[in-house]
């Protein structure tokens, strides 16, 4: 079964949510040797762009949670700046 979700936020401080994506990647077991950069890399990639450090952070597996009968499997999250896309625009009329 799919389960699809919009979820729009306001970004109240957006160093606080780059800081914990860092920290998150820090902590992170990454074998970088296998990876096209390098952490600091990553990390210079992260401070540069709120909404990928936002879809790092954003724990999607809490969305069934205390539901009865549902169990969490696997999901997407991603984020972007601006207005909503046209699939998720209400419908007007």
């Given at each position: 079964?799919?389960?699809y979700?919009?979820?729009?936020?306001?970004?109240?401080?957006?160093?606080?949510?780059?800081?914990?994506?860092?920290?998150?990647?820090?902590?992170?077991?990454?074998d970088?040797?296998?990876?096209?950069?390098?952490?600091?890399?990553?990390?210079?990639?992260?401070?540069g762009?709120?909404?990928t450090?936002?879809?790092?952070?954003?724990d999607?597996?809490?969305?069934?949670?205390?539901?009865?009968?549902?169990?969490?499997?696997?999901?997407?999250?991603?984020?972007?700046?601006?207005?909503?896309?046209?699939?998720?625009?209400?419908?007007?009329?």
């Amino acid at each position: 079964m799919q389960l699809y979700c919009r979820v729009e936020v306001l970004v109240t401080d957006p160093a606080a949510v780059i800081d914990l994506a860092v920290g998150d990647l820090r902590a992170a077991d990454i074998d970088w040797s296998t990876e096209e950069d390098d952490l600091e890399t990553a990390v210079e990639e992260l401070r540069g762009d709120l909404a990928t450090s936002l879809a790092g952070v954003v724990d999607i597996s809490q969305l069934g949670e205390d539901i009865p009968g549902v169990e969490f499997r696997g999901g997407l999250c991603w984020a972007e700046q601006g207005p909503a896309r046209d699939p998720f625009r209400p419908a007007e009329g």
